[in-house]
């Protein structure tokens, strides 16, 4: 199971240390908890595996309530295994809660940033580290801002192509193994490995450095995936698509991503297909399908005959 260290958050976030606590525990979850009925005593459907988040309204609260009732309280709260309790807009924590936090080894930090602003910017990093992904052989490029995630079997020509793309003014993100990360419910994002980054293998000529012969421009870090385009050896005696009307999806990661499949025989220029059909995927996602347009005008012409 994944997880992230208390320790890596507070340097990702120049969090402060309000407690003598030594932080050593870890987060395994990415969603994250502002305790308010707990607070008022219903601890039933409490998620103490959270980052606990204390503002202005969760402070005044507590100091509100009469002593006894907030030592009762915070010693239940404190009580459960919680990875961490942070306080925002540089607030300070009151007595009882600096004693039972540190009586219970729960770790007090604080961020001058404020509760919304630094709820959505704790979200978007623990979505981000807890995405599920997964490593896919394959080569991913942007084509005019379209991520094509080009796949195939061994030797098909996925990095020649690759590079062809790139001498044409394209963007290589990965080449041979592609990290995809599902954010978010229905996006896919793919990487290079830190190993291979910037580098691309061919065949007869060995390991290049695209960053280096192309420049800074030829590559990028990351692209979401938009198109996947599947290379396979022309077979003669199959029949493929000559209009398009058939939309082919792959499922990856829970993620239905549209699927071309390209045959391929010497003399073909696959770069430039792709790079068609990225302008077609592009054009498909304003609405306009040319294929569709076709086939209703070849009914309409063929209505007007009979």
Not at 62 to 91: A, H, M, Q, W
């Amino acid at each position: 199971m994944k997880s992230i260290s208390v320790e890596d958050m507070i340097k990702k976030f120049e969090l402060k240390k309000l407690n003598k606590v030594d932080v050593n525990g870890n987060i395994t979850v990415s969603d994250i908890k502002r305790p308010g009925l707990e607070l008022a005593g219903f601890f039933d459907y409490f998620s103490p595996e959270r980052v606990q988040i204390f503002g202005t309204t969760e402070l005044s609260f507590l100091s509100e309530l009469p002593k006894e009732l907030l030592v009762e309280r915070l010693n239940k709260f404190f009580g459960y295994d919680l990875p961490c309790l942070i306080l925002t807009r540089g607030l300070e924590p009151i007595q009882e809660m600096l004693e039972l936090s540190e009586k219970n080894g729960v770790p007090i930090l604080s961020t001058d940033y404020s509760t919304t602003s630094f709820i959505s910017r704790l979200t978007s990093y623990l979505e981000e580290s807890f995405a599920p992904e997964i490593t896919k052989h394959g080569v991913l490029v942007d084509v005019y801002g379209v991520g094509l995630l080009i796949m195939g079997s061994s030797g098909i020509g996925k990095s020649e192509s690759a590079l062809d793309l790139v001498k044409r003014g394209h963007r290589l993100v990965a080449d041979d193994a592609v990290i995809l990360r599902r954010i978010m419910r229905d996006t896919l994002v793919g990487r290079s490995p830190e190993i291979s980054k910037h580098h691309m293998e061919l065949r007869g000529l060995g390991i290049i450095n695209v960053k280096t012969l192309f420049g800074a421009g030829s590559v990028r870090e990351e692209q979401a995936i938009d198109l996947i385009i599947n290379l396979e050896k022309w077979d003669n005696k199959k029949n493929y698509d000559r209009l398009g009307i058939k939309d082919e999806e792959e499922d990856i990661l829970d993620v239905n991503i549209p699927k071309a499949t390209i045959p391929v025989k010497p003399g073909r220029n696959l770069a430039m297909v792709m790079e068609v059909a990225a302008m077609n995927h592009r054009l498909k996602k304003t609405g306009y399908n040319a294929a569709e347009e076709f086939t209703k005008k070849l009914e309409d012409t063929l209505k007007g005959v009979n």
